[in-house]
């Protein structure tokens, strides 16, 4: 009886595959594949599309070994299955890749290069690497058709994408919602996580940190903190620029809170104030020095080298939310339900690693934000005014700037990168706020800190 499978004596996996493409090759196998199942049902496979504008990594050929599997699967089950193939040439990375070849920036455009020209580049570029994709698809058996690809730069692929919004807006299935994303103000564009993520977007900057004191509203203090004076909430932020669209304070519903007696280390008055058990010794070192009683505590004169700061209480998280506080910077109200904001609510993903374990919350920058605050019974507003044309806007506009509601800030640069060479104050906005805080007694700790930024 002949054998009806190919014996192998030892196992050379690289032999083993050269004779299965070999074979596949030679007999049309992944042809044959489609064309055998002519007039059967069939399962729409469209490749998520690699950009060919870089190199294949390992993870492309697990991703396409787990995708393949789904095809091969609907292939035996009956269907047909044509597989066909695509290439992702999305903008962002092609268009700095190219005008970093070309010494030129987005203003050159037009200008010094054509704008045909800058495209034909694009275009070059951005199909660079279809060869090595090409053979490493063959490689490592994957089965898709690479002769007739879609490919998103093309007419025909951006009309089809504009024909199904208009099919879904035509259902009313589309609505004008807000999200948090990445944003780019010298690209003028929102960016995706696979952008953020390219080498050199996060590196360590230093910057101007706040530990804000947001006032409670007396008559919404539950019982245990009523007839304790001004009672302030902490809040640490890296980002002080946010605060003028602080909206609510989050907490950690199991954390363990206190409430301090102490002073403002800025203004030496006397106040109260509530932050993470953990993060006590954090919050007060260098200056400040703990007493165990209040007659210690009112010992404290202007001058003294230490301030004494004294642990009043302890309650948990959930006892904090629903008591409402003062808006930090008024310089504008949210356009919708303002009376739901400056609240305290409840989120899980507070943490005591760092901070005060209360999060300056702004629904309006911040993803975790956003959806905390939505999350909130009732929902907290994002701060958002209405521009001249009426339409919804954050407090800073596309360039990076403050808009006009906010006063002397108004056409500032949240970020002094903003700026172009030379152009840049010697102050940063975040300095201007923390100042102004300081001031007005709403600053319990600024500092500059290093981070990993985008």
């Given at each position: 009886m002949s054998a009806k499978f190919p014996e192998y004596k030892g196992l050379d996996l690289p032999v083993i595959a050269n004779n299965i493409l070999q074979y596949w090759q030679e007999n049309n196998i992944f042809e044959k594949s489609v064309s055998t199942r002519e007039g059967k049902k069939s399962f729409v496979f469209f490749e998520g599309p690699p950009s060919a504008n870089g190199l294949p990594g390992v993870h492309h050929v697990l991703a396409r070994a787990i995708k393949d599997i789904f095809p091969r699967y609907k292939t035996m089950k009956g269907y047909q299955v044509k597989r066909k193939a695509g290439w992702d040439t999305h903008g962002l990375p092609i268009e700095l890749g190219v005008e970093k070849e070309l010494g030129i920036t987005k203003e050159d455009i037009g200008k010094t290069i054509s704008v045909e020209d800058y495209n034909a580049a694009c275009r070059k570029a951005v199909m660079r690497y279809t060869d090595v994709w090409n053979d490493l698809t063959?490689?490592?058996?994957?089965?898709?058709?690479?002769?007739?690809?879609?490919?998103?730069?093309?007419?025909?692929?951006?009309?089809?994408?504009?024909?199904?919004?208009?099919?879904?807006?035509?259902?009313?299935?589309?609505?004008?919602?807000?999200?948090i994303q990445p944003y780019s103000p010298k690209a003028g564009t929102g960016?995706?996580?696979?952008?953020?993520?390219?080498?050199?977007?996060?590196?360590?900057?230093?910057?101007?940190?706040?530990?804000?004191?947001?006032?409670?509203?007396?008559?919404?203090?539950?019982?245990?903190?009523?007839?304790?004076?001004?009672?302030?909430?902490?809040?640490?932020?890296?980002?002080?620029?946010?605060?003028?669209?602080?909206?609510?304070l989050t907490v950690g519903p199991k954390i363990d809170y206190v409430l301090v007696e102490t002073y403002n280390q800025y203004t030496f008055k006397p106040m109260n104030v509530i932050l993470a058990k953990p993060l006590v010794n954090n919050q007060f070192d260098g200056k400040f020095k703990r007493v165990e009683n209040k007659p210690a505590l009112l010992e404290y004169k202007d001058g003294d080298k230490k301030i004494p700061y004294y642990v009043v209480k302890e309650f948990k998280g959930k006892d904090l939310v629903g008591i409402k506080y003062e808006q930090l910077l008024p310089y504008a109200l949210p356009n919708d339900h303002p009376e739901n904001a400056f609240r305290v609510i409840s989120g899980d993903f507070v943490t005591t690693e760092d901070g005060t374990g209360i999060v300056h919350t702004a629904p309006t920058f911040g993803a975790d934000d956003a959806l905390v605050a939505k999350q909130a019974i009732p929902e907290v507003p994002p701060l958002l005014v209405k521009d001249e044309s009426d339409n919804l806007v954050p407090l800073v506009d596309l360039q990076g700037r403050f808009r006009p509601e906010m006063a002397e800030f108004g056409g500032k640069y949240v970020k002094n990168e903003y700026y172009n060479d030379g152009e840049a104050p010697e102050r940063s906005v975040d300095v201007e706020i923390a100042i102004k805080l300081k001031e007005e007694n709403k600053a319990f700790k600024v500092e500059k800190y290093k981070h990993n930024y985008p």
């Open positions: 063959q490689k490592m058996g994957y089965w898709v058709d690479m002769e007739d690809p879609y490919i998103t730069y093309e007419p025909k692929y951006m009309e089809s994408v504009w024909w199904l919004l208009k099919e879904i807006y035509s259902k009313k299935l589309m609505y004008k919602g807000y999200t960016l995706s996580s696979h952008e953020v993520n390219q080498p050199g977007a996060y590196q360590d900057v230093t910057d101007t940190t706040i530990v804000a004191q947001f006032k409670a509203i007396e008559n919404s203090l539950p019982d245990f903190l009523q007839n304790e004076g001004d009672i302030y909430f902490l809040a640490w932020t890296t980002t002080p620029w946010t605060l003028p669209s602080n909206t609510a």
